[in-house]
């Protein structure tokens, strides 16, 4: 099995160098790196990993992100400036630079870039409507009472997302919106809903988008999602009843597939699989493939 | 067991009803409530339950959070005014007001209240710092072009903190902030990052705090915390060392409890225990609680 994409986070995040502005100066002048991006898309060394030049080469008063240590030296990135910084996520181009990156370069290279996007989209304090600006090492936002701002301080945010599985009559039940490709399935989603467990985020949108009772949630494993900063929480649940009440402005299908559907469509080049399954970049790839082993 | 505080919301959250103004209208016409609340805190009714009003009785241009239908009635919440509806919630009121209230009270007035703190601390744009209108019934603020905003939408904040117990040759360890009561302990825990697992989140965390190194993680349950709106992501890890390195500018103690320490702690009215534990609407307790009977 493929390590989880985005996971495994090679750098030592060093959370108390980030409220010491001493240790993260001293830091920068030694041998900093500052992580090479095209907006929030990275730019490749020779060998295929993320490029990095000296931190020196930021632009001037551009706010930089203390990302970690690694073997001692920091490294940073530094916030795209005004604009939106990556209009074009969800498009190709972000799967072909990032497709080859060795694992631990993708899990640097997702928390960098959650980080950068959520500031690039928060320059503003949501409370009083002034601008903020960077602190603790690029891990929060200020709106500063010394420049006239309310006090307010901001953090970087990680929606929680509930992705799971339904099982019934040893079959699986997948769905599809009408954005994916032609004939992909994977797992129905739904962010955690404040005054939600995780389990009942999961009934919940079962039910909402494919009519269905969910019984016994377990957690499976989780995953950093960086478009733009969701944290993955893929789970199981059983179902009592195929019976299906598709909610068609949620999504375009939803459909139960037998162990041999899926055990085909997860087989690499199979051109008879009843349906196209998701990337392996995506926990609903692993949870698939958990399912099937299990 | 008791149940966990706040989860076992007992409203359907009717999602395709915030997206519908028309049918939101017609059920606000019908019989609607409102949830009384003083601030962020609610206010009990003779039986010591939430109390509610007719929806008509919310201030004139007050901000709206459709909750969800009960019994095919629609409850609604009005965002506190301007300024910070609740700068006490860590005080013994809001426990002296909730405390009693029943289960799926608390449940109900928890979603409510991460939802109304989320909307009147987020008045404004992020982006462009423009004021913002709540959409989707409450679910959402628009900062609309139509009124000169740069057309971001907003969504309602779930902060997801791994909250976890550690194990080492049978003893478990807890951990104490500052502002804790005397000889309180509890179970560590901190924020989920962006670009973590949530496993991930856990070995840092006690690590950081700890000095301890966490293998084979694993999840036990989830809570929604309403001050403000956090996802409590339980979890128990295990260490191979009982050694310590305590981060004092994080926590001022941890410790490691026998199981009779924790069993004697958690037995309610004991004079001798070791150690305070955590209370019963924290999942803390519930974590010690699952730990004491597997």
Redesign the interface.
Known sequence: VNP?A????PLD?A??VR?DPERLAALRADGALLLRLDGLLPELDEAGGLAFAPVADAAPGAELVFLGLRAGRALFAAVPGEGDPDPAYAHRRTWGAIAQLPADDL??F???R??LD?HA???????????TAPAKGG?QRDCAKETGGCG?Q???????VAIMLVECEGRVLLGRQSRFPPNSFSALAG??????????AVA?EVL?EAGVRVRDVQ?I????W?FP?Q?M?GCLGFADSLELAI?K?EIEDARWFTREDVAEAMAKGSDSASFVPPPPQAIANHLLQWWLER
Do not use: K, M, N
């Not at 901001?154 to 929680?160: A, E, G, I, L, S």
């Open positions: 989880i985005f996971a495994g986070q995040r959370d108390p409220s899990a640097l997702g928390a960098a959650s980080v959520w989209r928060h320059r503003f304090c949501a409370r009083c409507g002034r601008p891990w307010a901001h953090f970087p945010r990680v929606d929680p962010f955690v809903e404040p005054g939600e467990t995780i389990e009942e919940r909402e957690y494993g989780s995953q950093p960086p900063s944290l929480i909610d402005t």
